[in-house]
C-alpha cells in the first residue's frame, strides 16, 4: 500500500489525474500493481524509480499508448478511457519518450504538426504553419528556422522541437520520459529553464527520470515506484535523497560479496583504437586499455559515450579507422564477428528484445544457441544432442537461478530479469575467455541483479576476462577491479577499486563543454 | 472460463487438419467417387507437387525470406530435362547424352544453382528477397521460354541407343502401388522435418526468422544459412520440374506459372508466419494437401475454373486470419491470467 504521507486536506481540484488501481500486466511480467497515483496540476510532477520499476508502463497508460490490464484513470475527477495517444491529447495528455519520434528527413515544421496539419482548402497551408511554428519556437526561445531539416539539429534542440510539437496540441499534462539521458550540461540547463515556463503557463509536467540531483532541483512532488508498485510520495521541501534511495531500492540492499579473483596473464589488449563519427568528431578517440584473466573491468560513461561504439569495435561488428585489438597477443583485425566468438570472446548486447532474445524460439534453444554457432557450418546438419543440451541448460538455470517451470517454454513468457539471465547464460555457456557486458542489469529487478553479479564474479574467479559497461555509478563501484570512465569516446579516467570515489568518477564522465 | 479458451486454443491449433477432414467430407458427399484408392491417391499426386515446392518455401519463409522464382525453376528445371534428353550437349561434332539418372542429378545442381544465386543477391548484395526472387522469377521464366525458343520438347521418351530411356517411372512409375512422386514428397518431408527439428541448422532457421539481430549476435552463420534454404527451395522446385516434365513426358517453358503462389498459400495455411520464425513443414504439407483436394474437389464438382481461384483465395486469407485470430487469443488468455494472478480476479478490462 502506498504511504499517505501527501497532505490529505489537499483539495480534489489540485489533481489533475488519477489512476485508482491501475494493473498492467505482460506475458512475461507484472509491470504495475494496483497503483493509485496523483497527478496535481500546474506542478512538476516527478517519477522516480530503478530500471524496471513501471515508471514508463505508468507514463504509457496515461499517454493512452497502451491500455491498462484493470483500474481506472480519472481526468479532473471524471473517468477516462484513453484507447489511444489521440484520444489522450484530446484531453490534453501529451507525451514525449525517451527515443524521440521524429523524422530527420523532414522539416522542424513538419515534425511539429506531423498528423495534425493546417489545411487550407484540402492542402497544408505552409504559411500558417510556419507561422504557428515560428511562435512555437521563439515560446520557447529556440532561435531555429522552421524550415530547418530536423536532421541538421542536435538531440537538445530535438527534444524541444517535441516539446512544441505537444505545445502545438495545446497539451495540459505533459509526460516527459527521461528527457536529459543524452543531454549535456547546458542541455539540462535550458531544458529546466523551459519546464519552468511552461509551468508558469499553467502546463501540469510529469518527469521521469534516475538522475536524483534533477529531480531534486526541478521536482515539485516525488513519488517514488518500486517493482511495479507505487510506494510514496512527498514535496520536494520533505523530501531528502536518503529517503528517495531507501524508498527506490527497498528493503532488498544491494549487496555484492566482492572477492579479488587471481590476475592471470594478459587476455585482451586495445591498442589506440580510433573510428570516426560520420558527422565528424570521435566515436573512440584512441582508447587503450588492457584485461587480464580474472579481472572486471567496469565501464562508466552517460548514454552517447561510446560504451556501445567500443564494444562493437572490439567485437568486430563495427569498423574502426586506427588501432588494435589483441587477444592473448594476437590480432583480431580482419576476423569476423563470428571468429572472435571462436577464439573466446563473448557478448551480451545491451538491447535485449532486439539483440538478445530470439523471442519466439524456446528457452533451451535460446540458452544454446551460441554454442550451436561454433561448430563448423557442414556439422549443423548432424542431430543437436538434446540429451547432453539438457543437461547444459539445467546446469545453468541452477547457477544463474533462472525461474522456469520448463525449459521448453519459448523465453518471452520468461520475466525480463529472466530473460536477461537468458541471454547472459547463452554466452556463459561457450565459456569464453572475455565476456563483454553492455549494461547486463538494465531493466531488470534488485534480485536478478544480485544474481547477475554473483555470477560475474564466479566467472572471473574461473579465471575468465570480463569487461561490463553500466549507468549506474553504485553497480559499477561494486563489481569492477577497476574502472574506466568513458566521455565522448575517450577514457578520461583509470582508477583501481581503492581509489574509486563517485565524485571523481561522475566528473570524469561529463565531458566539458567548449 | 479457461478450459473454454483452452478447447478453442486447440481447435485453433488443429485448424489445419480440420480444414482438410471438411474438404474431404464435404467432397465425399457431394462427389460420388471422391473417396476412393484410386482418386486420394491420384490427388495426392497432385500434392506432391505443390508439397514439394511447400517444403522449401517454408524454410525459406521461416527465416522470414520469400521464394518467388519457384514456379520458373519449375518451367527451366523442365526444359532443361528436356533438351538434354533430347538434344543432348554438343561439342563441336560430338553430341553427350546422359543417362535419365545423370539427367536428374544435372537438373537438380541447376535448381541448387538458381537458389544459390538468389541467395548470394539477397545476402551479399542486400537485396530485399521478395524483389531478388521476383526478378529471377522473370529471368527464369524467360529462359525457359529461350530454351527451345518458346516450344516444348515433346516425346521425352527417349532412345534405347543412346540409354537414356525410363523417364516416365520418374512420375508415373509407382512403388508399392504408390505414385513415385508421393515418395518423393514423404522423404523430402522427412528430411526438412529432421532439418528443423533436429538439427544445429534447424536452431539457425527459426533463429534468424525469430530475430535476425539477435541471432547474428548469438553467432548464427547468418549468410551460409540463408544460402542454404534458398539453395533447398531451389533443388525441391527442380525436382518438381522434373516430375511433372516425367509425367507429361514433355517439357514445356509455361509449366510451373503460379506454383509459387500455391507454395506461399500451402504454407500460410499450414500457420507458417510471412514474418518467420513460426510454423512446421508438416503444417504446409496439410497445408498443401488443402489447397490441392480443394482444387481437385472442385474441378471434380465441375464448378467453373474462375469460382475456383475466387474460392481458393478466400479459403487462404480465412486461413491468416484464423492465425490472426489464434495468436491474439493466445496472448489474452495469457494475460488474463496473469491479471487474474495479480489483481486477485477483481476484473479485467476487455
Given at each position: 500500500m502506498p504511504d499517505a504521507t501527501l497532505d490529505k486536506g489537499k483539495a480534489q481540484d489540485e489533481v489533475i489525474m488519477e489512476t485508482l488501481d491501475l494493473t498492467r500486466v505482460y506475458p512475461g511480467i507484472t509491470?504495475?500493481?494496483?497503483v493509485n497515483y496523483k497527478v496535481y496540476r500546474n506542478k512538476v510532477n516527478v517519477l522516480i524509480g530503478e530500471n524496471g520499476a513501471g515508471k514508463s508502463t505508468m507514463m504509457r497508460m496515461l499517454a493512452g499508448v497502451e491500455r491498462p490490464s484493470s483500474g481506472r484513470i480519472l481526468m479532473d475527477g471524471e473517468e477516462v478511457s484513453f484507447e489511444s495517444t489521440a484520444k489522450a491529447e484530446e484531453h490534453g495528455v501529451a507525451i514525449i519518450f525517451q527515443e524521440l519520434n521524429l523524422f530527420a528527413n523532414m522539416s522542424v515544421m513538419d515534425n511539429i504538426f506531423i498528423a495534425h496539419e493546417h489545411f487550407h482548402k484540402g492542402v497544408i497551408d505552409t504559411k500558417t504553419e510556419y507561422q504557428k511554428a515560428k511562435e512555437l519556437l521563439e515560446n520557447l526561445d529556440l532561435k531555429v528556422?522552421?524550415?530547418?531539416?530536423?536532421?541538421?539539429?542536435?538531440v537538445g534542440h530535438r527534444q524541444l522541437i517535441e516539446i512544441a510539437r505537444a505545445m502545438s496540441k495545446d497539451a495540459r499534462v505533459l509526460i516527459m520520459d527521461e528527457p536529459t539521458s543524452a543531454l549535456s550540461q547546458a542541455e539540462v540547463r535550458n531544458l529546466f529553464r523551459v519546464i519552468r515556463q511552461l509551468k508558469e503557463k499553467g502546463v501540469t509536467i510529469i518527469y521521469i527520470s534516475h538522475r536524483l540531483e534533477e529531480l531534486m532541483e526541478i521536482g515539485d512532488e516525488i513519488s517514488i515506484f518500486r517493482d511495479g508498485m507505487f510506494v510514496g510520495a512527498k514535496h520536494r521541501q520533505d523530501a531528502s535523497i536518503a529517503w528517495i534511495i531507501e524508498n527506490m531500492v527497498g528493503a532488498k540492499k544491494k549487496q555484492f560479496d566482492y572477492h579479488k579473483a587471481e590476475y592471470g596473464e594478459k587476455v585482451l589488449e586495445l591498442k589506440d583504437l580510433t573510428s570516426f563519427k560520420e558527422t565528424g568528431g570521435y566515436q573512440l578517440d584512441h582508447v587503450s586499455f588492457s584485461l587480464r584473466r580474472g579481472e572486471v573491468i567496469g565501464i562508466y560513461g552517460l548514454l552517447g559515450a561510446g560504451r556501445t561504439e567500443l564494444f562493437n569495435s572490439i567485437l568486430g561488428l563495427l569498423e574502426y579507422q586506427g588501432g588494435s585489438v589483441e587477444m592473448e597477443g594476437a590480432a583480431?583485425?580482419?576476423?569476423?564477428y563470428q571468429l572472435r566468438l571462436r577464439r573466446g570472446l563473448a557478448f551480451v548486447p545491451e538491447d535485449r528484445q532486439k539483440e538478445g532474445v530470439?523471442?519466439?524460439?524456446s528457452i533451451k534453444a535460446n540458452m544454446t544457441m551460441t554454442q550451436l554457432c561454433?561448430?563448423?557450418?557442414?556439422?549443423?546438419?548432424r542431430p543437436c544432442n538434446e540429451h547432453h543440451e539438457r543437461e547444459l541448460v539445467n546446469g545453468m538455470i541452477k547457477d544463474l537461478s533462472i525461474k522456469v517451470s520448463n525449459m521448453n517454454l519459448p523465453v518471452n513468457s520468461l520475466s525480463g530479469g529472466n530473460q536477461q539471465k537468458v541471454v547472459i547464460g547463452k554466452q556463459f555457456l561457450i565459456k569464453p575467455k572475455v565476456i563483454l557486458l553492455d549494461e547486463p542489469t538494465r531493466g531488470i529487478d534488485v534480485g536478478a541483479k544480485q544474481d547477475v553479479y554473483q555470477q560475474i564474479g564466479k566467472l572471473a574467479a574461473s579465471g575468465m576476462g570480463v569487461v561490463f559497461s553500466s549507468s549506474e555509478l553504485d553497480e559499477v563501484m561494486a563489481l569492477s577491479d577497476r574502472v574506466l570512465v568513458l566521455a565522448a569516446g575517450k577514457i578520461t579516467a583509470d582508477i583501481p577499486r581503492e581509489e574509486l570515489d563517485r565524485e571523481r568518477i561522475i566528473r570524469a564522465s561529463t565531458p566539458v563543454k567548449l | 472460463m479457461n478450459n473454454k479458451y483452452q478447447i478453442y486454443m486447440l481447435l485453433l491449433k488443429a485448424r489445419t487438419f480440420i480444414a482438410l477432414l471438411a474438404v474431404v467430407l464435404f467432397f465425399g458427399f457431394m462427389v460420388s467417387n471422391f473417396i476412393t484408392v484410386s482418386n486420394l491417391l491420384i490427388m495426392t499426386q497432385h500434392v506432391a507437387i505443390t508439397g514439394l515446392i511447400a517444403i522449401g518455401m517454408t524454410l525459406v519463409i521461416l527465416t522470414a525470406g520469400i521464394d518467388l522464382s519457384v514456379g520458373s525453376v519449375v518451367g527451366l528445371g523442365g526444359m532443361i530435362a528436356g533438351l538434354l534428353l533430347t538434344q543432348g550437349v554438343t561439342f563441336g561434332d560430338h553430341m553427350l547424352f546422359f543417362s535419365v539418372i545423370e539427367v536428374i542429378i544435372i537438373v537438380m545442381i541447376f535448381g541448387g544453382l538458381v537458389g544459390l544465386v538468389n541467395g548470394v543477391i539477397i545476402t551479399k548484395c542486400g537485396v530485399a528477397p521478395f524483389i531478388c526472387t521476383l526478378g529471377m522469377l522473370y529471368i527464369g521464366r524467360g529462359a525457359a521460354l529461350l530454351v527451345n525458343n518458346g516450344s516444348t520438347f515433346p516425346n521425352l521418351v527417349g532412345l534405347e541407343e543412346l540409354g537414356n530411356t525410363g523417364f516416365a517411372e520418374l512420375g508415373s512409375g509407382t512403388v508399392l502401388g504408390i505414385y513415385i512422386p508421393i515418395w518423393i514428397m514423404v522423404v523430402m518431408t522427412l528430411i526438412a522435418i529432421y532439418i528443423t527439428n533436429k538439427t544445429p541448422l534447424g536452431r539457425y532457421i527459426y533463429a534468424i526468422g525469430s530475430n535476425e539481430n539477435g541471432a547474428r549476435l548469438a553467432g548464427v552463420p547468418i549468410i551460409k544459412t540463408k544460402l542454404f534454404v534458398y539453395i533447398f527451395s531451389g533443388v525441391c522446385s527442380a525436382i518438381v520440374g522434373l516430375i511433372l516434365a516425367s509425367q507429361l513426358l514433355t517439357s514445356h517453358p509455361m509449366t510451373g506459372n503460379m506454383f509459387e503462389m500455391d507454395a506461399i498459400g500451402a504454407a500460410a495455411l499450414g500457420g507458417t508466419s510471412l514474418a518467420g520464425g513460426r510454423g512446421k513443414v508438416l503444417g504446409s504439407i496439410i497445408g498443401a494437401f488443402v489447397i490441392v483436394f480443394l482444387a481437385d474437389g472442385m474441378v471434380m464438382m465441375g464448378v467453373s475454373n474462375f469460382w475456383q481461384m475466387v474460392i481458393k483465395g478466400m479459403v487462404i486469407i480465412a486461413a491468416v486470419i484464423i492465425d490472426q485470430f489464434q495468436e491474439r487469443l493466445q496472448r489474452k488468455v495469457v494475460l488474463m491470467s496473469r491479471t487474474a494472478e495479480v489483481t486477485g480476479g477483481k476484473e479485467s478490462a476487455a
Open positions: 509491470a504495475l500493481k494496483s528556422d522552421p524550415h530547418t531539416m530536423l536532421g541538421d539539429l542536435g583480431l583485425e580482419g576476423l569476423s530470439l523471442a519466439i524460439m561454433l561448430i563448423p557450418f557442414y556439422q549443423s546438419l | -
